[in-house]
């Protein structure tokens, strides 16, 4: 009655643990290398150039369309006699402009923040990554981390097929 209790929970637990913890780390290595993978496309130069150019492009018209409509139509409905405006529509329109530019020059800033964040990152990666060739492989019968150019494993001691992928 005594031993019973006291031996079966602590095994059941190691038994349970076990294969979840080597599929953690699985899942932990398929994640790491996506990742890589996504930050390798994403600092691409003409990725983050193209980007840049959308969204400065966008950004810009904005300032154009603002120009027509505030400054150039009521310029011509002014001397074509189609309409008179008062001081205070113009006043708006001199605003409605204005506040377009401020627009343009706020974005274009958080624009340049962003490329400087993402230049210091990307040269960040760069040092980081350069030392750290793969020096282990995970065992396929237990999943432990073992030397790369391991033929037996250290913690089930299987034999491992060289496998040239
Ligand atoms: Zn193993």
Redesign the pocket.
């Known amino acids: 009655m005594a031993a019973f209790p006291a031996e079966q929970p602590s095994s059941l637990l190691i038994i349970c643990r076990a294969p979840s913890k080597a599929a953690d780390k699985e899942k932990r290595y398929r994640m790491k290398r996506f990742l890589k993978e996504f930050k390798e496309f994403a600092l691409r130069g003409n990725v983050m150039d193209m980007a840049v150019g959308i969204i400065i492009g966008g950004a810009f018209s904005g300032i154009v369309a603002s120009l027509t409509d505030n400054f150039i139509n009521p310029i011509l409905n002014e001397l074509t006699g189609n309409a008179v405006y008062t001081k205070t529509e113009v006043l708006g329109f001199v605003s409605a402009f204005l506040s377009s530019v401020v627009n343009f020059i706020i974005m274009a800033f958080i624009l340049f923040c962003l490329v400087k964040a993402i230049n210091k990152l990307m040269s960040l990666g760069k040092k980081k990554e350069e030392p750290a060739a793969p020096t282990t492989k995970l065992?396929p019968?237990?999943k432990?981390e073992?030397p790369i150019d391991a033929t037996r494993?250290a913690?089930?001691t299987?034999i491992l097929e060289e496998k040239h992928d």
């Open positions: 065992c019968y237990c432990s073992i494993c913690h089930c299987s």
